[in-house]
């Protein structure tokens, strides 16, 4: 089964038995960034000095690329240099609510509904077919831990899960320095052209951007 490396990433986040998301803030700025950067490796979109734009509108056939790809059109057109850091802020919940649902019309996960205290309604996603998060976990540790040459989605995929801190939930129980090293090596090698490997650095630096202006105002 084929799927993006927004789901990917947002399958490594969900706990398989509560469902609940793991390191949640950062998790969903890494889909929203995962969705951009699929969109870039399509040649649907151009990103270059932390600016955005739209070089193709046609439809990608995946329903989840798609939906990013028309709204991303409506509001490059609005006029103005477009910052990757704005469409992330824009962008980041509704990302991760239209990948959760991908996950679920795949059958990857399944929603539960519940209310906690018996009042707020809470939505988990509990796994119900682990297949292609084991393969996908499998893979991270051929790369990351044993050294094996990835090819350039999973460094993507990496450069995004390095630039996001999300070590914990990528390699659950391995200490960060053993896996910071080669992520890092791999986020920066020469796996990609020119043009996305700028790309990628532009979202790195938006997410960090996002991040650190998070923890300050909460911390104000």
């Keep these: 089964m084929n799927v993006t490396l927004a789901e990917e990433i947002a399958l490594l986040s969900l706990d398989d038995e509560s469902g609940e998301a793991r390191s949640r803030q950062s998790a969903g700025w890494a889909v929203a960034g995962a969705l951009l950067l699929e969109l870039v490796m399509a040649g649907r979109i151009a990103v270059a000095d932390g600016r955005l734009s739209v070089t193709d509108t046609t439809p990608t056939g995946v329903p989840l690329l798609d939906g990013r790809l028309e709204l991303l059109a409506t509001w490059a057109n609005r006029g103005g ?41 809470v939505r988990r996603y509990p796994e119900a077919d682990g297949t292609v998060e084991r393969e996908l976990r499998a893979r991270l540790a051929d790369v ?74 909460a911390l104000t």
Excluded at 180 to 201: F, H, K, V, Y
Aim: charged share 20%; aromatic share 4%.
């Design 144 to 217: 990351v831990l044993q050294g094996a040459v990835p090819d350039a989605r999973t460094s993507g995929l990496i450069a995004l899960l390095q630039g996001a801190e999300l070590h914990g939930i990528s390699f659950p129980g391995v200490p960060k320095k053993q896996v910071g090293p080669r992520m890092t090596e791999i986020a920066s090698g020469q796996w990609a052209g020119d043009s996305l490997r700028e790309a990628i650095r532009n979202m790195q630096a938006a997410m960090v951007a996002i991040t650190t202006t998070v923890v300050v105002t």
């Design 81 to 121: 240099r477009r910052r990757v850091a704005d469409w992330l802020t824009k962008d980041q919940s509704k990302a991760v609510s239209a990948t959760i649902e991908s996950l679920c019309a795949r059958g990857l996960v399944v929603e539960e509904r519940r209310k906690a205290l018996g009042i707020f309604p």
